[in-house]
Structures are given as C-alpha cells and as structure tokens.
C-alpha cells in the first residue's frame, strides 16, 4: 500500500505512521515549576542527538506543564524507563493539574539532582541532568508551526545505580529499557544481541 499524507487517507483504522517510526526510547521527564512544583512526564518523542557535547531532545506535543517548567528555570532531568517501572511511568502520563505532583500520583520518589533544581525518579536505574540549551517549534513545508515543542538539553550529569553495571557496561538484560510503539502498543528491549560493525579488508 502507499498512501499521501497530506490527505492521509490510509484508510486503515489508525494512522500507522508512529507505529513505523518505533521503537522509540520514552524520556521521563522531570520539572520544578518556578514556585517549587514537581512534575514527571513521559515522552515517547525522545532521544539523544549528539555525543560531544552529549544532547538530547523531546518533544511535546502542545506547550505542557513539562516545557513551561523549563523555559523557566532552564533545567531537566530524565529518568531511564525500565520494565520494572512501566506501570508508574503509565501513571505519571495522566492530564494532571499544574502544580500536581505525578511523583505522588504513581508513589515514586523525587530523588535531588545534583547540578541542576529538578526531580529525577530514584527508582530509575538510570537519569540524566540536563541544562536546556533551546526550545523550538518545527514547520512544515508549508511554514507552518507545528502544535509540538521541541526541547533540546545538554547532559551535565548522569546518575547510574550500582546494581545495574556489569563487566563495565550499563546492562541491558538486567535493566530491561521500554521503548513506544505505535498506538497503545510498548516493547521490552531486554532480549539482546551484539553486531560488530564491518571492517574494510
């Protein structure tokens, strides 16, 4: 099949297009309001952009209380979401009041940061602190705003539990990251493989 996406006539009962584009890894992300109010809230547009300096970005789709928390104190963190955690990371994604602390609604723990005024999950097994770098609102052809904020953070600061190191590697079976898929549809990339990229002879 194919289909044009400006008339979107799929003709299927859900869009596929974010069920193409998957899996894709969920930032849990962690706010302080300017008066002190917590918020955590997944992500399912997320990932890391560059290694030097180390950037990553999220999307939100409408200007949410996770990028109105930002823009104004000018700090994140994120939380890894791990198999063990997918029912509170669910919960914390409820349409909740501002200034209501999801960290109370899914009973998770609002652990400091260390360089930057936001909450990070303690439960995690991993989290990064982050300093946002810009937030920016991408077009289309047309020129255009999308109804999507698009936050970019550098990593200043990155938390790992004891536990989850083995052979000096973050342990991914052990860990079990969980990515979106499309729909209401998640995975579990605990089952994993390793490639060597080819050398020329």
């Known amino acids: ?18 069920a193409i584009v998957s899996p894709r890894p969920i930032g ?6 300017a008066d002190g109010s917590l918020n955590l809230a997944p992500y399912s547009f997320f990932n890391a952009v560059s290694d030097k300096p180390k950037l990553v970005m999220f999307s939100s789709s409408g200007h949410k209380h996770s990028v109105r928390n930002i823009e104004e104190t000018g700090v994140f963190t994120c939380s ?4 063990s955690l997918t029912e509170q990371m669910n919960m914390t994604s409820i349409a909740a ?29 991993a989290a990064l602190e982050c300093r946002m770098t810009e937030v920016m609102r991408p077009r289309g052809l047309d020129g255009m705003f999308s109804d999507s904020w698009v936050v970019f953070g550098q990593v200043i600061g990155i938390h790992i539990k004891d536990e989850a ?3 000096g590697r973050l342990d991914m079976s052990l860990v079990r990251p969980v ?11 605990g089952e994993v493989f390793e490639m060597m990229r080819p050398q020329r002879r």
Do not use: Q
């Not at 289909?3 to 869009?15: E, I, K, P, Q, R």
């Not at 849990?28 to 309001?33: A, E, P, V």
């Not at 200034?99 to 995690?124: C, M, Q, W």
């Open 1 to 18: 099949m194919f289909y044009d996406t400006a008339a979107n006539a799929h003709g299927l009962s859900h869009d596929p297009f974010k």
């Open 28 to 33: 849990w992300i962690g706010t302080k309001g």
């Open 80 to 83: 890894f979401v791990s198999r």
């Open 97 to 125: 009041d501002y200034g209501e602390s999801e960290f109370e609604i899914a009973g998770l723990t609002p652990a400091p940061a260390r360089l930057v005024d936001a909450p990070l999950v303690g439960e995690a097994f």
């Open 165 to 167: 190191v083995r052979d």
């Open 179 to 189: 990515g979106r898929m499309g729909y209401m549809d998640y995975c579990d990339a």
